[in-house]
C-alpha cells in the first residue's frame, strides 16, 4: 500500500519555526522526487518545494525562498521541510507529494499538482501574528 504520512505542523507564533516530515512507503522511493504543496482557506493548492531524487535538486516558491528549507533522507524515506521566519500568510493545510522522476523530466511546471501521483493527507500548520 502507498502511503505518504506528514508530521509536524501545529500552532506557532509569527517569526517562529517548524520542521515538517513526509515519510513514504508502498513505493520505490529513489524513483520519485517529492514536493510539498499547502492550500488555505478559499485559496487553490500551491506548491511550495521539490526535491529531485539523485543528486537532490531543489526547488522553491518565490513566497518561501530564503526561509523554507527542503532535504532529503533515502535511507528513511522521509522528505523535510523546515520552515523559518514563518508569516500568517504560510497558514495552510501541508501536504506532500510524489512526482515521478520520468515524468519531472519532461514537464516545465513541477508544481502542477495533476502530474503527482502520490499525496498525503496533509498537516495543518497556524501562524498567528
Known amino acids: 500500500e502507498v502511503q505518504l504520512v506528514e508530521s509536524g505542523g501545529g500552532l506557532v507564533q509569527a517569526g517562529g519555526s517548524l520542521r515538517l516530515s513526509c515519510v513514504a512507503s508502498?513505493?520505490?522511493?529513489?524513483?520519485?522526487?517529492i514536493g510539498w504543496f499547502r492550500q488555505a482557506p478559499g485559496k487553490e493548492r500551491e506548491g511550495v518545494s521539490l526535491?529531485?531524487?539523485?543528486?537532490?535538486?531543489?526547488y522553491y516558491a518565490d513566497s518561501v525562498k530564503g526561509r523554507f528549507t527542503i532535504s532529503r533522507d533515502n535511507a528513511k524515506n522521509t522528505v523535510y521541510l523546515q520552515m523559518n521566519s514563518l508569516k500568517p500568510e504560510d497558514t495552510a493545510i501541508y501536504y506532500c507529494?510524489?512526482?515521478?522522476?520520468?515524468?519531472?523530466?519532461?514537464?516545465?511546471?513541477?508544481?502542477?499538482?495533476?502530474?503527482?501521483?502520490?499525496w498525503g493527507q496533509g498537516t495543518q500548520v497556524t501562524v498567528s501574528s
Open positions: 507529494a510524489a512526482l515521478s522522476v520520468h515524468t519531472m523530466v519532461v514537464v516545465t511546471n513541477i508544481f502542477n499538482s495533476r502530474l503527482y501521483d502520490y
Open positions: 508502498g513505493f520505490t522511493f529513489g524513483d520519485y522526487a
Open positions: 526535491i529531485n531524487s539523485g543528486y537532490g535538486s531543489t
